[in-house]
């Protein structure tokens, strides 16, 4: 795609108010790139959301999970926008998703209508909120045949600033932080990262000659998941992350156009700059000198060592404790890069299918009490790892969140802690506020979650579509269509609510009311 592609085509935000990114494309999200930008309704639910072209909806989704209520329109230019995390729909898009919800029986939806509802550029399609995850904002994707995303920032005349973080060099001698006013001394052999967000084009030269080039123009589908290898494990998420412009051999990221397996210089003074381009296409250099001052210092097969809270492995597998000065009880696994490895410990076992990593990799196994830690927390994936267990129920532990990850077995989109327990307690069930217009209960588990797909509320006898909001354990049934959803008139009413948790602890709440 050209980076003068937005100013040939200019759309109109989709918030009907002024807004600011908050989430770039390309964005790690751990084990994916964030491929779309979010748009800030600052912190309100209830903004109007208007399509950016003349088009047809094509498909309507509403979920508990990911992205919530979700509208796609196909535009007349063939390109397919999608608008995330609504609060509601277009009243008749609303009325269409209620009727079906009715019909099926079940709150979550995937509808592809037959007779496609039309959208007007700059008329209303829906209002902004926080279905899905996470707090109050408009997530925006652009999409081709729904498998390619396209970077929205070549379609929008958007402003934000360029955040460029700066470039480290990576080598088993340990890390090199380039300075702009130093001349940095390295050795000869190195990979390099980056840190820069909310750019679209970036460029590594040294001395003369184009060493990497990141261009975040579109991303497939398929190679979404490569983000786990484009970013450094151990990053932070989000803007926060480097990213990994060397290195690569077989396998590469969809956003990398040009890279080299390794950096080599000869010795002595080298010039090292990086060009990038922001959103609105302005250039920005960054100049740097390194001096390479003598050989033969990196081994001959250079890897990346690893660096984790428990201190620094190195490629040969020893690993030195940073904290304490001395060696941890951890084993150190080799997963060779073309053959199937399995870990088999009491009471479960790891197994890491052909090609789980890019390249050979190294990781750490401590296993204390019901607590099995694997490091890095964030490994360059790109098969999941099968986890199997006879212990009990398998978490995931980051710091005081707790995940539940399945019953006997689990895929493994990362590493970090898990440990194993038995939930045998069933889910709390609170009636927070009733009245003419909605419901409101919360929702409690202690251990493993609610099981978001077995809630069921009936209202005298007739089941009706309670939202839940995973992320404040809120259960809520509103009053949309007089003539659709069972009337909350003054008077009695029946009450059942009927949930599970994830270890299939079950839960009946039961109460007669009666409105004044």
Request: charged share 25%; glycine share 6%.
């Amino acid at each position: 795609m050209s980076f003068l592609f937005w100013l040939i085509i200019t759309l109109p935000l989709p918030l009907a108010h002024n807004s600011r990114l908050t989430s770039a494309f390309a964005e790690n999200r751990i084990t994916r790139f964030h491929m779309g930008v979010d748009f800030s309704t600052n912190h309100r639910d209830g903004i109007p959301v208007v399509a950016v072209e003349d088009g047809e909806v094509v498909r309507i989704k509403s979920s508990f999970f990911g992205l919530g209520k979700v509208l796609y329109v196909k535009g007349k230019s063939r390109n397919i926008y999608v608008y995330a995390h609504l609060e509601r729909f277009r009243k008749d898009l609303e009325r269409l998703v209620r009727s079906l919800q009715y019909k099926n029986k079940r709150f979550f939806l995937d509808h592809f209508p037959e007779q496609k509802p039309k959208v007007k550029k700059g008329k209303i399609i829906g209002y902004s909120g926080e279905s899905g995850a996470g707090p109050p904002h408009l997530h925006f994707e652009i999409r081709r045949n729904m498998d390619i995303a396209f970077n929205p920032a070549f379609y929008f005349n958007v402003n934000h600033n360029l955040k460029f973080k700066g470039v480290r060099l990576l080598s088993p001698l340990g890390i090199f932080d380039l300075r702009e006013e130093d001349t940095t001394k390295i050795p000869e052999r190195f990979n390099i990262l980056v840190k820069c967000s909310y750019f679209v084009h970036l460029k590594i030269i040294i001395d003369n000659d184009t060493v990497a080039v990141v261009e975040l123009d579109s991303i497939p589908y398929s190679k979404n998941s490569l983000a786990q290898i484009f970013y450094l494990y151990e990053g932070g998420r989000y803007s926060d992350s480097y990213f990994r412009l060397t290195g690569y051999k077989d396998i590469i990221p969809p956003v990398v156009k040009k890279t080299i397996p390794e950096v080599k210089l000869a010795t002595g003074v080298h010039r090292f700059t990086v060009i990038v381009m922001d959103l609105q296409g302005r250039e920005y250099f960054f100049n740097y000198s390194v001096k390479v001052e003598r050989k033969g210092l990196i081994p001959t097969i250079p890897k990346d060592p690893l660096f984790t809270e428990y201190g620094v492995i190195f490629p040969d597998g020893s690993i030195f404790n940073q904290k304490t000065g001395t060696k941890d009880d951890i084993y150190i696994l080799k997963i060779e890069k073309d053959k199937s490895t399995e870990l088999v410990l009491p009471g479960l076992k790891l197994k890491f299918s052909e090609g789980s990593f890019p390249w050979d990799f190294w990781i750490g196994v401590k296993w204390k009490g019901d607590t099995l830690t694997l490091f890095p927390a964030y490994p360059p994936l790109v098969k999941p790892i099968q986890l199997t267990s006879s212990l009990g129920e398998i978490y995931a532990r980051n710091g005081n969140k707790v995940s539940f990850l399945g019953i006997k077995e689990a895929k493994l989109k990362t590493l970090g802690k898990i440990f194993y327990a038995r939930d045998s307690l069933p889910p709390e069930v609170k009636l927070l506020h009733i009245s003419q217009k909605k419901i409101i209960f919360s929702l409690k588990d202690n251990l493993s979650g609610i099981l978001a797909d077995s809630i069921k509320l009936y209202i005298d006898g007739r089941w009706v579509p309670a939202e839940y909001d995973i992320d404040n354990n809120i259960l809520t049934y509103r009053v949309l269509f007089s003539d659709l959803d069972p009337q909350l008139y003054k008077g009695k009413h029946d009450i059942n609510l009927k949930i599970m948790d994830r270890a299939y602890n079950k839960t009946i709440f039961h109460r007669t009311i009666w409105l004044k």
